[in-house]
């Protein structure tokens, strides 16, 4: 009886001790392959979708994760000289938004390019009203930042800081827009600049081409107000002219008051105006002549639309960062 009943307590102890090492080998081999990888692992192949793949059907669990301290969490490397990537992201769905790559931080770059050969970040899009780059700023903050910045250090003068290429002949070159005031700046595809506000600036010069088609620069004249012109030539019969305004320009003075400047051309005593309207002013020659004679005039008025003030301070220079 104790002889059996030892070797029962003998086979009970067999089998607790070897379910304990079945239980840590077991526990061993789930720790081998998800806590410690092999360091030197390398996985090789020449054909199918990849040598290592990750497929995930959970709304929130990752195909692949790569983690690092020090260095990168996922690094790609190719040498292919056929346009492919180091590391490439692709959304498939036809539906809703994904992104391709997801790029954050909070020290540094979302996403970073560098490249010795082209561009740093490029990117491309086919979708109707969608951009090839687009850059936002969400902050509200007065140091929140620039929607897209742009910087260059050429010295060939050469390259710009910011280049804009339209390759359509209906494509704008630039459009500006302050979706809280309706401010509003384009340059279409004729190279014009329109803008809804004005424009503040040291001297203006236009662009011209002489009889030789030589491009030359005119200046623009200047005024310690807001002035608009329009010139003409009248005739004066028996010593008295009676000249209309332009309705187009007298649509855009604002009636206040507006300068006459005569230059006869002809003989004459000497003209003046004698009377001005808002459509019309009369010119008479001095001392009672008759004359019978054309004269040049020049029209300077205020527009409608211009504030009344002489010299005003000019604003203060908005300095980059």
Same mark, same amino acid.
């Given at each position: 009886?104790?002889?059996? @009943? ?255 400047? @005569?230059?006869? @051309? ?17 010119? $008479? ?7 019978? @004679?054309e004269f040049d005039y020049r029209i300077v008025a205020h527009p409608l639309d211009a504030k009344n003030d002489r010299l005003p301070l000019a604003p203060a220079m908005?300095?980059? $960062?």
């Open positions: 009886m104790q002889s059996t @009943l030892r070797s029962n307590r003998l086979a009970v102890v067999g089998m607790i001790a070897i379910g304990t090492v079945i239980g840590f080998s077991s526990l061993g081999i789930v720790r081998a392959e998800h806590a410690s990888p092999a360091k030197s692992k390398v996985f090789s192949c020449s054909s199918g979708t990849a040598c290592i793949e990750g497929n995930s059907t959970g709304s929130s669990t990752w195909g692949v994760y790569g983690t690092a301290t020090t260095s990168d969490g996922v690094h790609g490397v190719t040498s292919a000289t056929n346009g492919n990537s180091g590391t490439s992201g692709i959304s498939t769905a036809t539906t809703g938004s994904a992104h391709g790559v997801y790029g954050r931080s909070s020290n540094g770059q979302g996403v970073y390019g560098t490249s010795s050969s082209d561009n740093g970040v490029e990117g491309h899009s086919s979708g109707g009203g969608a951009s090839g780059v687009a850059g936002i700023q969400r902050g509200t903050s007065s140091g929140s930042g620039d929607g897209v910045y742009s910087e260059s250090a050429d010295t060939t003068n050469l390259y710009e800081a910011l280049e804009a290429k339209a390759d359509s002949s209906n494509t704008y070159i630039f459009e500006g827009y302050n979706a809280s005031t309706d401010g509003l700046c384009t340059i279409d595809y004729n190279a014009t600049l329109a803008c809804t506000g004005g424009a503040i600036m040291k001297n203006v010069r236009t662009r011209h081409v002489n009889a030789n088609g030589e491009h030359v620069l005119a200046y623009a004249a200047e005024s310690a107000s807001a002035t608009i012109e329009d010139v003409g030539t009248a005739r004066m019969v028996g010593g008295v002219a009676n000249v209309s305004i332009d309705p187009a320009f007298a649509a855009v003075m604002d009636h206040k008051w507006y300068y006459v400047f @005569l230059t006869p @051309l002809g003989d004459t005593r000497g003209l003046y105006v004698s009377s001005k309207t808002a459509t019309a002013f009369t010119v $008479r020659e001095s001392e009672g002549g008759r004359s019978r @004679l908005r300095r980059p $960062r």
